[in-house]
């Protein structure tokens, strides 16, 4: 079955306390994403990846890194949480949508969801 | 100005009426689109795509308005089920890169 997984689903942590959260797809695709929830704001892009070794920032990368060391997956890194981090987390793929008239529709596919809380 | 907006809603409908929502996005360099579902705290759905010439899927039609910079979703004979959050989503390939940009929803309460 053709799906994103992330883990773990909920995390309760401390200020400080370094985590990661685990992004795995299996639909092959170059393009990674993740991306924050909070009320009122929508979906923010933290960190992309359009392909291996290949990371930009999005809109709200301060605190987050990631890496790309493999196509399958995609961690969020959290090197010292903070209280302002407490959101719902989405990592999310698809393929590339080409370029120019080769443009295609790409949708992305989304993993559950991680809910995050730092105390 | 935000890049991608929706009416934030909530739109309460009875059961069997049909509702439409709109969404405007601002780079006319926006090439692919889309509209997603998302249930309380889940993670957002793909509903459909969104094509030039407009595409149906069963009680949902959703159409494009490259001129005008916006999209749409038509929702007919609506069901309980339906309520939920759209979400517009725009794709653009900009210096180099792609993005998607989200817009924050619109919250659809079909009512009994």
């Known amino acids: 079955e053709a799906q994103v997984t992330q883990n773990p689903r909920y995390l309760i942590t401390v200020t400080g306390k370094k985590l990661t959260v685990t992004c795995s797809q299996n639909?092959?695709?170059?393009?990674m994403s993740w991306y924050r929830q909070d009320p009122g704001l929508g979906l923010r892009q933290i960190y992309y990846?359009?392909?291996?070794?290949?990371?930009d920032k999005g809109d709200v990368p301060e605190g987050y890194k990631v890496s790309r060391k493999e196509k399958r997956n995609f961690p969020l890194i959290l090197e010292s949480p903070s209280p302002n981090q407490t959101s719902l987390y989405f990592c999310a793929s698809s393929s590339q949508p080409g370029q120019g008239y080769s443009y295609s529709n790409q949708p992305q596919h989304f993993g559950d969801g991680t809910r995050l809380s730092i105390l | 100005r935000k890049e991608v907006e929706q009416d934030p809603g909530p739109f309460n409908v009875p059961e069997g009426a049909t509702v439409a929502f709109n969404c405007t996005y601002s780079?006319?360099?926006?090439?692919?689109f889309f509209w997603y579902r998302q249930d309380c705290r889940k993670e957002p759905k793909l509903l459909m795509s969104?094509?030039?010439s407009g595409n149906e899927d069963g009680r949902f039609t959703a159409q494009l308005n490259r001129a005008s910079q916006y999209i749409s979703l038509l929702i007919r004979d609506s069901k309980l089920s339906d309520s939920a959050t759209y979400l517009c989503v725009v794709n653009s390939f900009t210096s180099g890169t792609y993005k998607y940009i989200f817009g924050t929803g619109t919250r659809l309460k079909v009512l009994a």
């Open positions: 990846s359009m392909n291996v070794e290949v990371t």
């Open positions: 969104v094509y030039s």
């Open positions: 639909m092959n695709h170059e393009y």
């Open positions: 780079n006319s360099a926006s090439q692919s």
